[in-house]
């Protein structure tokens, strides 16, 4: 048995493509999370049910860290933005149920995530304030820092997808070697620290977007 | 010693170093970090958030430098690709 699966396993393949238990504990996070949004929001009413009042709180709080970062309609990054916290945030948290393994761990998808995360900055950026103005601001604030501003757009988000990847991946680690050693309740605050660092993770995952966002608009403001 | 046992024992080394090494520096960076920003607080309580929110992604950023470090170990242990090369 191998007990370090840095590399997903290949579970079935349709043609060329691979179907990976990532990919299979991915869709598994997806169809958990419609299941609850569903269910929260079968019966809305002006009185909140508790599960309603979750769901407004989790949005307001989304709305309002947009709000004091970028200085635009929120609404033009909250869709994308807020499916890709509640998304990695679920994620992060699903290989505490024992039998899956953490989706984040994997290379390719928090690859996926970064990519999502780099159309956008460039997507918003023009259509905010044009092409020529989503241009311009590389040039700031001189015409040499040009090759820079170019692989910091690479590094920063390779750097965005080896950081999630790396902490959940060394927090799946420290869980299976401690079980090696002790079995029984030491784990356990190992795994509180698991749910806190793959919460922060996901938070910040979306701020350093926002972020990225907000750098790309600097001539305006 | 054959070319394999070297190759396999520098690697647990370099992984070791790699790890006590890389986690030195932004151990103590997040330590400085953490200790200027609960100075902050404690001049101006009323500024906590936006102080917490910068603390966050500070630390964030330093953090990953020590998670490259570990990337680096976990290529150096279980996907080296040196002892591909010398098995061929």
């Not at chain 2, 690697?11 to 400085?32: K, N, T």
Request: proline share 5%; charged share 10%; aromatic share 10%.
């Amino acid at each position: 048995m191998k007990i370090f699966n840095i590399f997903p396993e290949t579970i079935f393949s349709i043609g060329p493509v691979q179907i990976t238990d990532t990919v299979i504990t991915t869709w598994f996070v997806m169809v958990a999370i419609i299941t609850i949004c569903y269910l929260a929001t079968r019966k809305l009413s002006i009185k909140p049910s508790f599960f309603q009042e979750i769901l407004e709180a989790i949005f307001e709080a989304i709305e309002k860290t947009i709000k004091d970062i970028i200085p635009l309609n929120p609404w033009l990054v909250l869709p994308v933005l807020g499916t890709l916290w509640i998304l990695i945030g679920f994620s992060n948290l699903a290989g505490l149920i024992p039998g899956l393994k953490t989706p984040t761990a994997d290379l390719n998808t928090t690859l996926a995530f970064a990519l999502i995360s780099f159309s956008m900055t460039h997507v918003i950026g023009i259509t905010t304030q044009g092409l020529k103005g989503y241009l311009l601001h590389y040039k700031e604030p001189t015409w040499i820092l040009l090759p820079f501003h170019l692989i910091a757009e690479v590094t920063r988000t390779v750097a965005l997808a080896v950081r999630l990847f790396g902490n959940m991946l060394s927090g799946d680690m420290i869980a299976i070697i401690l079980l090696g050693i002790v079995g029984l309740l030491v784990p356990i605050p190992f795994s509180l620290l698991h749910i806190i660092i793959g919460l922060i993770q996901a938070y910040i995952f979306g701020v350093l977007t926002l972020v990225f966002i907000a750098g790309g608009m600097r001539t305006k403001s | 010693m054959d070319a394999k046992t070297v190759v396999i024992s520098a690697s647990i080394i370099a992984a070791a170093l790699v790890m006590a090494i890389g986690g030195y520096g932004p151990a103590r960076a997040l330590g400085r970090a953490l200790t200027e920003a609960l100075d902050a607080i404690a001049r101006q309580p009323e500024a906590s958030d936006k102080i917490m929110r910068a603390l966050f992604v500070g630390m964030a950023l330093i953090e990953s430098i020590a998670i490259y470090a570990f990337v680096i170990a976990l290529i150096i242990l279980f996907a080296n690709p040196l002892i591909g090369y010398i098995l061929k």
